[in-house]
Each structure stands twice: as C-alpha cells, then as structure tokens.
C-alpha cells in the first residue's frame, strides 16, 4: 500500500511541476518576462525602492540571479537602479511608469484558474495547504533549495533568458544548458572547447 501512495504523490507532483512549466512558458510569450522577473518585478513594485539583496531574500533566490534579473528589467526599462547619496555603495531598484504598469496588467505567476480557486477557499482551507505544501518542502528536505527552480521546474522549460540568468548566477550546468537550448550560444566555461 506504502508503494501506492508513493507512486500517487509523485504523480502529483509531476501534475504541479508541468502545470508550472507551461505557466512560466505562457508568462514568457504573452509577457516577455520569465517567471522569476515577474517575481522580482511584482517584488520590486510592492516593497521598493528596495536594495538588491533585500529582493533576493523576499523571493528566495541567490543574490547573484537577483542581480541578473535586475540587469535585464533595467534594460527594458521596467526598474531604474540609484545610488545613495550618502553612501554611493548603497544602490536601490525602483520600478518605472512601465514596470507598474506591465505589474497592474500582467496575470499572477501562477495559474489563473489556481489562483480563484484557492481565493475561493475558506481561509483556514488556504493556510493548510500552504503548511501541507511547507511540510512537503521539509520532508523533501528541500528548504535551501532554490525558489528559480519552483519557478521554472526544468531546463528544457526556461526561456534563455531564465537560462541565461541561471547561468550567469552559477546555478546550472553549462553542458546542460548548451544541449537543451542548442540556439542560445552558450560559451564554453574558461580553459574549455
């Protein structure tokens, strides 16, 4: 019987982690921004101007990754970065006009559907399954794992962009991505061909 429920949960979970995928998929076409950036953007929107580190700690993901994300909406122009004026090491992200804008307009970064559902429920429904999911994130013995990888929950999913970023924070494989996303142009670390 043990066997059973083991199979039925990681169907489960296999369920959620493709229903996350194309989200994050959908995310990237209809808005041009992968899962992770619409966190940080909405982030940003909400508790800034906010510091860089502060927005890696509120999403869970590394510094470095935050950084990459913040190089990419600043390039776009959704967030503008400023420096302290007492201490010029101090740097802050602030959303612009148009990152507020695509914030208001852009759906949740998870399902619509999800989201009314769990709305519907009673509050005390929607806190056990935020402590269900809390205690399988325990038993997996998952807590220091990433958020970018709840995100987007496989490579073949990531955008290069999310790739991009990824790679750039350390937190994947080169060959990997480089087999998965042949069109990315990937370089090879250095002292590799």
Same mark, same amino acid.
């Given at each position: 019987?043990?066997r059973q429920?083991e199979?039925?949960?990681l169907?489960a &979970?296999r *369920?959620?982690s493709r229903?996350i995928d194309?989200?994050?998929?959908?995310?990237?076409?209809?808005?041009?921004l992968?899962?992770?950036q619409?966190v940080? &953007?909405?982030?940003?929107?909400?508790v800034?101007? =906010?510091t860089?580190?502060?927005?890696a700690?509120e #999403?869970?993901?590394?510094?470095?990754?935050?950084?990459?994300i913040?190089d990419r909406l600043s390039?776009r122009?959704? #967030?503008?970065?400023?420096?302290?004026?007492?201490? *010029?090491? &101090? #740097?802050?992200?602030? #959303?612009t006009a !148009?990152?507020q804008?695509l914030?208001?307009?852009a759906?949740?970064p998870?399902q619509?559907?999800f989201?009314e559902?769990l !709305?519907a429920?009673?509050?005390a429904e929607q806190? *056990?399954?935020?402590e269900a999911?809390d205690?399988? =994130?325990?038993m997996?013995?998952?807590e220091?794992?990433?958020a970018?990888?709840v &995100?987007?929950?496989?490579?073949a !999913?990531q955008?290069?962009?999310?790739?991009?970023?990824m790679?750039a924070?350390g937190?994947t494989? =080169? !060959?990997?991505l480089a087999?998965?996303?042949p069109?990315?142009?990937i370089?090879?670390?250095?002292?590799?061909?």
């Amino acid at each position: 019987m043990v066997r059973q429920i083991e199979e039925d949960i990681l169907r489960a &979970l296999r *369920r959620i982690s493709r229903a996350i995928d194309l989200h994050s998929r959908k995310l990237v076409n209809d808005l041009g921004l992968t899962g992770p950036q619409l966190v940080v &953007l909405r982030t940003i929107a909400r508790v800034g101007p =906010v510091t860089p580190s502060t927005v890696a700690r509120e #999403v869970s993901l590394s510094q470095a990754t935050v950084t990459g994300i913040i190089d990419r909406l600043s390039g776009r122009q959704l #967030v503008t970065r400023e420096r302290s004026d007492r201490d *010029r090491r &101090l #740097v802050t992200v602030r #959303v612009t006009a !148009a990152g507020q804008a695509l914030v208001d307009s852009a759906p949740s970064p998870l399902q619509d559907r999800f989201v009314e559902r769990l !709305a519907a429920l009673p509050n005390a429904e929607q806190e *056990r399954i935020r402590e269900a999911l809390d205690r399988i =994130v325990v038993m997996m013995g998952s807590e220091d794992v990433p958020a970018a990888a709840v &995100l987007s929950t496989s490579s073949a !999913a990531q955008s290069p962009e999310e790739a991009k970023d990824m790679l750039a924070a350390g937190e994947t494989d =080169v !060959a990997v991505l480089a087999e998965i996303l042949p069109g990315l142009n990937i370089p090879a670390p250095d002292g590799e061909e």
